[in-house]
């Protein structure tokens, strides 16, 4: 299986905006300042409004700081990214040791970093701040001041004071894996994606490439034999002895050279686009196949109708040709002697099987078949499965539905299925 190497890891180049983590900040800020005052001034809670107010303003002031000397728009690498939400977390904290530690109820906001870093940092940071925000509830379950109260504050039980800080740990830890493993997920399938588009956009470059050369060789065609007659008389009126004789028979021989290339070109069949060249199904699959076949595999395709409909006859789609060729790949590599392409059409449906005789799909891993990054042949090191989620990406892209299975007499089995009128959407028109 063709396999595009994956994204490149995130590394000095930005993960996330300035912009959000700077607007993440505000909010907190503002959410930060209106409880104290509200706590404070209209509940009649006593706080150390002085010592919290020093904590809220550090924070704003460290935002002023980060809004004037990055550009809003810019991305933050790792390293400042993390230095940017351990603040946060500190900050929190500290807020947190001066309104009563984890017995306020706001303890739980110390799980907003760890969200936001298990979303976009890599696992060691993400890890780091875990232990950072744990380390912090773990403190603020001992040393706090008094939770505000009127009056004396309540004395708390030791197992109570316990279990929430063992909630805390817990929902620190959960979160982190759970956000951390659906950003990996979500950030695996954008790369995947955007590798399957790569491919449909080299297919189809080449295939304009091909356009671009048949039509040029067509219209070069006129021309190129004027410049071929005219040359042609030059060659038989000029004197043999004359110096530009030389020159008229070399003018004549590269014009006729020129001649047979644009000929040549407009008769390749790789070099022809989409809207000069429509093949049978076998012969497509038959020059699909054709760059990947190894010594010692046979080959072979077989066809038939199961009514009396003439085989489809089909363009050079890029998402056929990299579809259909990324499985035809797969299965020439892996066969162990013969690949057998099995197609049977009729007036509704068109059906392609690529069966071959290798080891096998995984039995473990054919419901998941067509995800990205998965390894999907035993001893195939190295190959993640993005080939498979490319082909299956662009085949249904057709219209197709596509299954992998395992032949009980060994070996893969990959079947295609159409409807013909989304395949081949001619053959209604008539």
Not at 120 to 146: D, E, F
Not at 210 to 233: D, K, M, N, Q
Not at 243 to 252: I, Q, R
Not at 338 to 363: K, L, M, N, Y
Request: with cysteine; hydrophobic share 50%.
């Amino acid at each position: 299986m063709k396999v595009l190497e994956p994204a490149p890891p995130r590394g000095e180049t930005g993960i996330v905006q300035t912009r959000t983590l700077v607007l993440i900040r505000w909010v907190a800020v503002a959410g930060q300042a209106g409880t104290v005052l509200v706590v404070h001034f209209g509940f009649g809670y006593r706080l150390p409004i002085e010592a919290a107010a020093a904590v809220i303003a550090m924070s704003a002031v460290v935002n002023l700081y980060a809004s004037l000397h990055h550009r809003a728009g810019a991305g933050l690498p790792e390293p400042q990214a993390f230095a940017f939400l351990a603040f946060d977390t500190l900050q929190l904290a500290l807020l947190l040791f001066l309104t009563g530690g984890l017995q306020n109820p706001f303890a739980l906001l110390l799980l907003a970093p760890v969200t936001v870093a298990a979303s976009v940092l890599s696992r060691a940071s993400c890890i780091k701040l875990v232990v950072l925000a744990g380390a912090a509830a773990s403190a603020l379950s001992v040393w706090h001041l008094p939770l505000p109260w009127d009056g004396p504050p309540p004395a708390m039980p030791a197992e109570l004071v316990l279990g929430i800080w063992f909630a805390t740990i817990t929902a620190i830890a959960f979160l982190a894996v759970y956000v951390g493993q659906v950003a990996i997920e979500r950030r695996r399938m954008t790369d995947a994606v955007s590798a399957a588009q790569d491919a449909l956009a080299r297919e189809q470059r080449v295939a304009d490439l091909g356009t671009l050369a048949a039509a040029a060789a067509h219209e070069l065609g006129t021309p190129l034999a004027t410049i071929t007659v005219i040359a042609s008389e030059l060659a038989r009126e000029v004197p043999a002895d004359s110096p530009l004789a030389e020159d008229a028979h070399l003018l004549k021989s590269q014009a006729e050279r020129c001649k047979e290339i644009l000929t040549e070109l407009s008769r390749h069949p790789d070099t022809q686009g989409a809207s000069y060249l429509r093949m049978p199904l076998t012969a497509l699959i038959e020059s699909m196949a054709d760059p990947h076949r190894r010594e010692g595999v046979d080959f072979a395709i077989l066809g038939r109708a199961r009514d009396d409909t003439a085989e489809p006859a089909l363009e050079r789609r890029p998402e056929l040709v990299n579809g259909l060729g990324n499985i035809l790949s797969n299965a020439l590599q892996f066969a162990r002697s013969r690949v057998v392409a099995s197609i049977v059409w009729d007036a509704e449906r068109v059906a392609v099987t690529i069966s071959d005789d290798g080891p096998g799909f995984p039995a473990a891993l054919l419901g998941r078949l067509g995800e990205p990054y998965l390894s999907t042949r035993r001893g195939s090191d190295g190959h993640m499965g993005l080939g498979i989620f490319i082909a299956r990406t662009l085949l249904e892209r057709t219209g197709a539905d596509v299954a992998f299975l395992n032949r009980a007499q060994g070996g893969a089995e990959v079947e295609v299925l159409w409807p013909r009128v989304i395949l081949e959407p001619e053959t209604r028109g008539d």
